[in-house]
Nanobody, 127 residues
Framework: QVQLLESGGGSVEAGGSLRLSCTAGEYAYSSNYMGWFRQAPGKEREGVAAIYIGGTVTYYADSVKGRFTISQDNAKHTVFLQMDSLQPEDSAMYYC????????????????????WGQGTQVTVSS
């Protein structure tokens, strides 16, 4: 498994922005895709965004398209999630994920596609 360390969560008012970071540690070379899932209390985990490591393919959940941007710094084995125009419904624990598998538009949203999960970072958006 790849060790994943997230940072950047916090509290913000609606309309504000946050930037999450996730750095892959040992075995980072085995990551094919990395991304973010989130889970709010009482709700199921949902995929937010994913990116092909070393490439340009990205996937976004419909609920965040146009507001969130996933990017990477390969030299630092780090993936970022820029979150703009945040809304209260974006409040959740955000988890960085890594997959050794190739992802497609129909598979990337499945939690079981991902081998490694970070500890999570909390994002709270107040109205």
């Amino acid at each position: 498994q790849v060790q994943l360390l997230e940072s950047g969560g916090g509290s913000v008012e609606a309309g504000g922005s946050l930037r999450l970071s996730c750095t892959a540690g040992e075995y980072a070379y085995s990551s094919n895709y990395m991304g973010w899932f989130r889970q709010a209390p009482g709700k199921e985990r949902e995929g937010v965004a994913a990116i092909y490591i070393g490439g340009t393919v990205t996937y976004y959940a419909d609920s965040v398209k146009g507001r969130f941007t996933i990017s990477q710094d390969n030299a630092k084995h780090t993936v970022f999630l820029q979150m703009d125009s945040l809304q209260p419904e974006d409040s959740a624990m955000y988890y960085c994920v890594s997959s050794s598998l190739r992802q497609t538009p129909s598979t990337w949203l499945r939690p079981d596609e991902y081998d490694s999960w970070g500890q999570g970072t909390q994002v709270t958006v107040s109205s």
